[in-house]
């Protein structure tokens, strides 16, 4: 297994691996199209987000979006995870932990202030082991605003 950014020839798989997840969220249905897209963009703007992916030699079972944002409050950069999915084929074996863990030693290198995720709050497996990895509830509660762009 190897961790490492995604390339364009990721991108099919990775949006696979969204399907995937995007069908255990509750508030999220899979639309392949705006997922190739958003991946598109971000693998254009690195210095909006990087993508992880996960390989078991060539195919990419695994991925994590890791979104670069500024705190005020924390005085710096920050990342926001989002879209952390192991193929179910794959789970079970400590392949999330050892993806999530590379994220974070990239976010120290990197000089991020605080790595902040987002997790459908009906995911208990998902939600135990965030927090087995150190990441801690927070008061703040997401709210969305919908723009119409994109719907």
Not at 78 to 105: C, F
Request: glycine share 10%; net charge negative.
């Amino acid at each position: 297994m190897e961790i490492g950014f995604a390339t364009p020839a990721d991108l099919d798989a990775m949006a696979g691996l969204l399907g995937e997840l995007f069908a255990l969220e509750s508030d999220f249905t899979p639309q392949r199209e705006k997922q190739l897209a958003a991946l598109a963009w971000l693998l254009d703007r690195p210095d909006h987000g990087r993508l992880f992916v996960l390989r078991d030699g060539n195919a990419v079972v695994g991925m994590a979006n890791a979104l670069i944002n500024v705190s005020t409050a924390e005085g710096g950069p920050v990342l926001v995870l989002e879209d952390v999915i192991v193929a179910a084929s794959h789970r079970g074996r400590g392949h999330g932990r050892h993806l999530l863990e590379h994220v974070l030693q990239w976010a120290a290198t990197e000089n991020m202030c605080r790595v902040t995720l987002l997790a459908d709050r009906d995911n208990a497996a998902a939600l135990r082991f965030y927090q087995k990895l150190g990441f801690e509830e927070s008061a703040m509660v997401v709210r969305r605003f919908r723009t119409g762009k994109g719907a």
